[in-house]
Structures are given as C-alpha cells and as structure tokens.
C-alpha cells in the first residue's frame, strides 16, 4: 500500500505540508482546545464513500518521531481510501490529558464520525470512552493501549470501541532475545560472566515502557544470565533527553556492556553520548531500542548498534483506518486488533528499510 501510492501522495503532502509533522497541516495546534472546525458529523447514503466522513485524530504528542511517522503514514492511507484531507483533523495534545479530553469534546461537539486516539494515559482513556459511547461516536484507539479493566468495559457493554497496536511484552521479550542471540562471551565485555547494563526507560506509566523493561530483562534471568544494572533512568521516549542521561551514567556509572533503551529515539541520543564520551558503540558497549527508525537501521548496517525491533507503524495505522472504515460502515470491530514486532539485525535492516521508504 505505502508504496503503490507514495508518489501521488508526496504531491499532495507536500502541497498540504503533512510531512513536516503530522499536525501541522491538517488540524490546529491550539494546545487549549488544539481542534478546528469539522462540521456535523455527515450523513452518507453510500456507505463505502467515505469522501464526506469526518475523522478526529488526537496524538498524545506529535513531537514523538514514531507518532509522526505513524500520523504520516494513517493520513496517507486514509486519503488513498477516499476521505479528504478537510476532514482529517489532527490535534496535538502535548502530552496533557485535559488538553486531550478538550480536544474530544470538541471534535464530538463540531460532528465527526469517528475518533482515532493516541491516548495521553489510561485515565484520559476512560474519560474519552465515556464521552465518545454517549455522544454514539465510535473510537479507535491506537499505540497506548488502555488498561484491562478499561477492554473489559468494552466487551461488557459492546460498545464500539477498539484498540489498534502490539503486545508490548514481544517487543520486550524480543530485545532480550537479542541479546541471547549476541551470547554473553560477545557482550561481556569486561569478562566478569556478568552483563552491565543501563536501562533507558520511555514514560512513566506507560505499558510499553513499562513491559520493555520488564520483559527484556526478565528473558536474560530466565538464560541464566548475571545481569548488573547500573543506570535506569526515564528519557520519555526523547533523543535529548536519553543522550543527557547516558552522558551523566557514563561518567558516574563507567564499565557498561550494553544500553538498553525503550525506543530508537532514545538509542540513537546513546549512541551520541557514547560516541562523544570517546567510546565506540558496536564495540565498547552495545546498543539496542525498538522501533526501526530509518536512522537507526542504518545505525545497525554500519555496526554501531546491535539491533532493534520494528514497530510496523504501516501494518498499524493501516489497521486503524481500516477499523475507521468498518465502524462508518456499519462493521464491528474486534475490540483488539493486534500486530507483531519483528526482531531486527544487521541480516534483515534492508529489508525492513525497504518496507518504511
Ligand atoms: C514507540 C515509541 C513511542 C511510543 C509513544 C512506542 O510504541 O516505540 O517510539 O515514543 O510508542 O507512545
């Protein structure tokens, strides 16, 4: 899909300015309310036209590399499926839960059909299902998943909400996996037979950085392996952030093996703390994220970092849109509609360059 189309709309995108973050040409960035106009929601006789349907998307925050990647790639495909870009509004909600929950409200007091939502955390969650099921406007939520108890409530009262994502535990299982793959006599750099190691951890809260660290670990002490954590800190998914914290672990905290971040963006701003500490990432410690940002796949090929897992942005925001179109059809959806992360190293990074260009 992303590529059959890719040339019409680069055109198009650059004409409307979408690919210079993902809110930015489409809905507003007032950070009170951070939504514009959309009109009633629209009333179609043919169902399958979707060139009169109203979608409101919110991001919990468009400064985050992956979330505008996604955004991108989510409008590029609801265009390709006949909504027009006047009704594709995107707010930014900046990371603030009430901010987000005001985004709601307007989108649903201006009329659209339905609510694509990148929840700032599960509380906001619980608020925009209960606004969205009164007003009767489907929801689809997508790469935070909200809690267990908010899914059963879907289930429970069959309302017409889904969530669209991964099972952050692969992703973590999967960074671990990696590291076993790399084998200990590899990564044990100082020869202790124990691994130092520094965790650089996305938001607090959040499942993804929350199972991350957990699984990862927790797969090398199921090995057998000796670990030695020596730093962890939060870098809230923030290449600045993650690299200003490496910097001060490596001088308070020397002789690590290997970083293990949350994310690419976080692995990348190591990778600079490292290489401006004097060290060689690839050889004087080991680096590895998730998400398969093109940086750092190329990062992967050149042998400075060790490898990461792709979060298939296209397979999801596909996903969701296509959740989008079933719910305007009058389709339910599965309440989960999952996808898989795939393990990532220097033997497949072409491959998985060639699937995101
Ligand atoms: C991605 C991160 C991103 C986060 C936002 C995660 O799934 O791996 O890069 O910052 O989602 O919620």
Redesign the pocket.
Known sequence: MKKRIVSGFLAFALMLGLLTGCTKGTGTSNPESGSSAVGEASVSTDSSDMSTKKVGICL?EDN????SKYCEELVEYLLANGFTSDNIKISDSYNNRYVQINQVKDYLTQGVDVLII?PVDADAARTITDLASEAQVPLVYV??EPDAVEEIRWEDYDLDVTYVGCD?RQSGIYQGELLLDAGLETLDLNGNGSLEYYMIE?DQG?I?ARYRTQYSVSVLENAGWSLNCLFDAVGN?NTDNAKQLVARALDEQPGVEVVIC????MALGAIDAITEHGLTPGKDVFVIG??ALEEALSKIEDGSMLGTVF?DFIAQSHAAADATMNFIKGVANEHYISCEYVKTTKENAQEILEIIK
Not at 64 to 67: G, Q, R, S, V
């Open positions: 919990y985050d590399i992956f979330m990148n790469n935070r952050a996305g959040n993804d998914w949350n994310n690419d963006a998730v998400d979060n």
